[in-house]
């Protein structure tokens, strides 16, 4: 079965660092990208960027560019997204979903909850 | 940055009902690299259609995709009671990829 299953949720405090996971199974995870989407409480979905993991190659929407860092690890199939110093504004589900050039984001994680309080 | 622009934000139909649904860009999209996602409380996106028209994997008929350029439709035929939920339309065309802001069919 093809999934890509997400670390669990996370509580954090102001200017924490935090890193969650994305873990794909079922599939050549090199052969595609990764997308990283948030969606805040009640509202639409948010693209933050892209990486694919043969090679590390990245993409990041301009509104977090600078504030979050994808990375991948193709020898345990996993993909990270990590934060230096949260802030409240970081607060969010964010989703991580596969994509193959031609088609589209097919294959989604359950979904992470980062929450971020003093 | 291409901004996707949905219409109606809601959308009140009973089952049985045709649902039309408009995504608009803010400039044309190359190769019609526009997808649509059905998603439901507590659950992740699910793909319906890609590449503008092509229905993804398990996708009834019910379900299809149209347009090109800047206008686009997702059309739900015969409403089912699983397809009340929020339908958002996305661009992989550009640079940066973008998601539009949902529309929501609920039950009249």
């Known amino acids: 079965e093809v999934q890509l299953v997400q670390s669990g949720a996370e509580v954090k405090k102001p200017g924490e660092s935090l890193k969650i996971s994305c873990k794909g199974s079922g599939y050549s995870f090199t052969n595609y990208w990764i997308v990283w989407v948030r969606q805040l409480p009640g509202k639409g979905l948010e693209w933050m960027g892209i990486?694919?993991?043969?090679?590390?190659?990245?993409r990041y929407s301009p509104s977090f560019q600078g504030q979050v860092t994808m990375s991948a690890d193709k020898s345990i199939s996993t993909a990270y997204l990590q934060w230096s110093s949260l802030k409240a504004s970081d607060i969010g589900l964010y989703y991580c979903?596969?994509?193959?050039?031609?088609?589209?984001?097919?294959?989604w994680g359950q979904g992470t909850t980062v929450t971020v309080s003093s | 940055e291409i901004v996707l622009t949905q219409s109606p934000g809601t959308l009140s139909l009973s089952p049985g009902d045709r649902a039309t649904l408009s995504c608009r860009a803010s400039r044309s999209l190359t190769s019609s690299k526009l997808a649509w996602y059905q998603q439901k409380p507590g659950q992740a996106p699910r793909l319906l259609i890609y590449?503008?028209?092509n229905r993804a994997t398990g996708i009834p008929d019910r379900f299809s995709g149209s347009g090109s350029g800047t206008d686009f439709t997702l059309t739900i035929n015969r409403l089912e009671p699983e397809d009340f939920a929020v339908y958002s339309c996305?661009?992989?065309?550009?640079?940066?990829?973008?998601f539009g802001g949902g529309t929501k069919v609920e039950i009249k």
């Open positions: 979903a596969r994509h193959l050039d031609g088609y589209a984001m097919d294959v």
């Open positions: 996305h661009q992989y065309g550009g640079f940066f990829w973008t």
């Open positions: 990486i694919y993991p043969g090679d590390s190659d990245s």
């Open positions: 590449g503008a028209s």
